[in-house]
């Protein structure tokens, strides 16, 4: 009768668990060569989290100004684990060991060749080189393994982003101001020359107002503007027109062969929202700016996504523009998509993940009392 019992226990637990309702996938379509995938309101794992576990921090050290970081931008890890930072107002690269120790520097201020005047952004190549993109130069510089310069070339109008690179060359974005403004995304090769254009998206937009002769100009919150993310290792570039959740995939020649949808009810703009805006401005301490930024016409709604990131598993992160109050303090919506596409999980950060390298996460930390910013790395551990 005991061996009875417990087989009905058991029989009873399996059709409890057969039964628990499972998140419905997304609706796949194919017209002609392009796939849309309609995800449901809801992901697939709802009960799926993440987890980082500090390791390591470094670079707020007083003691050492060499290795001192004063307002670093980027955060690149090679092969070997060394840890590569861009600093904004030293204008040059210093390199970390695993461990955090200061390794060397690469370049120095300057408007020489190896040198940087405001550096953008920075991706490794395949064969270990480093590229590096120089805003106010407005050029790209190459770097061996060892920090030695190799050569630049100069461009037409302003990159901000690399995309990914392969051995023919980089993707990134290619800024035109003017009347007709607008982003492009090209692939260059190493000397310049440009060998594809991925198309023509949306620039930030900008409030312009004419004083005497000269014209002032503001970004406004929350208008549309084309947000992007590479993929290195599928060579992918994923588009989102930050105003609706539709996210476009693109592949080598610059074809768009995917697009991503979920339902997404926007978060209003609030007063309170308006006031954070009007603040900023004033810190500024230009009455210009202040009094135009009362005069333009604010949104009744934000944004959908506020920016995307691809991380080491080919995972799509949108950060969205919801946000919320833990005892942690405020916390982002991330919304996470498959390498195909589908909506997987979602989870509410209070931190902003930086990139993703062999399993773990290195991010730019402030610190609130010293206001020294720090690197730090963080193990990532997943669980439903």
């Known amino acids: 009768m005991k061996h009875a019992c417990m087989g009905f226990l058991v029989f009873l637990l399996l059709v409890s668990v057969s039964c628990t309702p499972k998140a419905a996938g997304p609706d796949v379509e194919t017209i002609g060569d392009l796939v849309f995938v309609h995800n449901p309101a809801l992901p697939l794992h709802p009960d799926r989290s993440v987890e980082f576990v500090e390791e390591l921090g470094f670079g707020g050290d007083e003691t050492d100004e060499e290795a001192m970081l004063y307002q670093p ?44 005047q405001s550096l953008s952004d920075m991706k490794f190549l395949d064969d270990g080189r480093l590229l590096v993109l120089d805003y106010r130069a407005r050029r790209s510089s190459l770097f061996d393994q060892a920090g030695q310069f190799i050569e630049s070339h100069p461009w037409r109008n302003p990159h901000f982003q690399i995309l990914f690179v392969d051995d023919a060359g980089y993707l990134c974005d290619e800024n035109v101001y003017g009347e007709d403004s607008k982003v492009l995304v090209n692939k260059f090769d190493f000397q310049g020359n440009e060998l594809e254009n991925w198309g023509e998206f949306t620039p930030v937009g900008f409030q312009v107002k004419r004083i005497g002769d000269s014209m002032l100009s503001i970004s406004t919150p929350h208008t549309p503007r084309s947000i992007f993310a590479g993929d290195p290792a ?83 992160w949108v950060a969205t523009n919801e946000l919320g109050e833990s005892g942690e303090g405020p916390r982002r919506a991330w919304d996470i998509f498959n390498p195909d596409g589908h909506y997987t999980c979602r989870l509410w950060l209070a931190i902003r993940p930086g990139i993703f390298v062999h399993g773990k996460m290195y991010r730019l930390h402030t610190d609130e009392e010293t206001g020294f910013v720090t690197v730090k790395r963080y193990r990532v551990t997943w669980s439903d």
């Open 234 to 316: 599928r060579k992918r570039l994923y588009h989102c027109l930050n105003d609706t959740y539709l996210i476009e995939v693109y592949e080598p020649p610059g074809k768009l062969v995917r697009k991503i949808d979920r339902p997404y009810q926007p978060v209003p703009f609030t007063q309170e929202d308006a006031e954070e805006y009007y603040a900023g401005m004033d810190r500024r301490g230009n009455k210009q700016f202040s009094d135009l930024a009362r005069e333009v016409e604010l949104p009744k709604v934000k944004t959908v996504a506020e920016s995307m990131l691809v991380d080491n598993r080919g995972n799509l």
């Open 73 to 116: 931008r980027d955060i690149l890890v090679d092969a070997r684990g060394f840890i590569h930072v861009s600093d904004y107002r030293d204008a040059v690269i210093k390199v970390y060991d695993q461990d955090g120790r200061y390794v060397r520097t690469i370049g120095r201020k300057g408007e020489g060749p190896g040198e940087f």
